[in-house]
């Protein structure tokens, strides 16, 4: 991928409470940071609290080598900050405190600007919550960029009216089985996990389809062509910003030329391994992840 080019992450910044305390997060966020390890030039667009916590996120995000200048500080709502919540199994479930800043992202020429200038914008259904957020979001998705649609099922803010018009812009989307069951629900779509897979991704004229299935691996399809890894098996620490790992991987990988089972082997390697590990980006090197997957 040229060095000059890059990707715009939209959306959602915030403080993930776990049980052993609280830790920066956001699914644009933790995919911008992977990519920037795979030496991708990502930008996040997102909104903070004139608030102390809201200075915390760009520490992280300046310690991390990722710009600021489009994390628009709000100074009447909060920055945001989740619950979470983990099984025996170390599975995450999430409470999302609202209103919050990234609720509120303005369209400003600045960021107008960002996406007419990026190879590609990536984006969840969960900050497509407020009215605000999601109007910018759709005026972004009006530009001749790849459009990556990261789906983010979390109630009460998982209804058809809010994200089938992003699925619609869409001409990437990764998303999870249990996602992929309750949307193809919505257009009666019936059959196998596969036979869903084949028919979401002709409904959509979609160019790729990913769909991860947490320790049982993921499937891509791909120009008509369906791809499956079995996954790689860790002991979870927990499932924390592990498919965000996966999707930025992948990205990696696809914008590198690489074919795609190559491809969703790497994915499915830096989200196991960022599973092994507590929080959702733990710190790790391409070479750590190159051992992962020889081992």
């Not at 993930?16 to 644009?28: C, F, I, K, R, T």
């Not at 995450?92 to 190879?119: F, G, H, M, N, R």
């Not at 120009?223 to 860790?234: A, I, S, T």
Request: glycine share 8%.
């Amino acid at each position: 991928m040229n060095q000059l080019n890059q990707i715009l992450c939209f959306g959602e910044i915030l403080w993930d409470n776990l049980p052993s305390g609280p830790v920066p997060g956001g699914a644009p966020m933790n995919v911008a940071l992977h990519l920037s390890r795979f030496g991708i030039q990502a930008a996040v667009a997102s909104g903070i609290g004139n608030d102390d916590k809201g200075t915390g996120l760009l520490d992280f995000l300046k310690a991390s080598g990722l710009r600021t200048d489009l994390v628009q500080v709000h100074d009447s709502l909060p920055t945001s900050e989740v619950l979470v919540f983990l099984d025996e199994h170390n599975t995450a479930t999430y409470e999302i405190c609202e209103p919050v800043a990234w609720d509120e992202i303005s369209l400003t020429p600045e960021l107008q600007k960002e996406a007419q200038a990026s190879t590609a914008i990536v984006f969840g259904s969960l900050a497509s919550r407020d009215p605000l957020s999601r109007n910018t979001l759709l005026k972004l998705l009006e530009n001749n960029i790849l459009k990556i649609m990261d789906v983010n099922l979390r109630p009460p803010y998982d209804t058809e009216a809010i994200v089938t018009p992003l699925l619609l812009k869409s001409d990437i989307v990764k998303l999870n089985d249990d996602e992929l069951m309750t949307i193809s629900g919505w257009y009666k779509l019936p059959g196998t996990l596969e036979e869903r897979i084949k028919s979401f991704y002709r409904l959509l004229n979609l160019k790729t389809l990913i769909v991860t299935m947490g320790k049982h691996g993921a499937y891509v399809l791909h120009h008509n062509e369906l791809y499956h890894h079995l996954g790689f098996k860790v002991e979870t620490a927990d499932s924390v910003g592990a498919g965000d790992a996966f999707l930025a991987g992948f990205l990696a990988a696809f914008f590198d030329g690489k074919d795609m089972n190559r491809a969703l082997t790497e994915a499915s390697a830096i989200g196991a391994y960022v599973a092994s590990q507590p929080g959702a980006t733990p710190s790790y090197t391409r070479d750590v992840i190159g051992e992962f997957i020889k081992s």
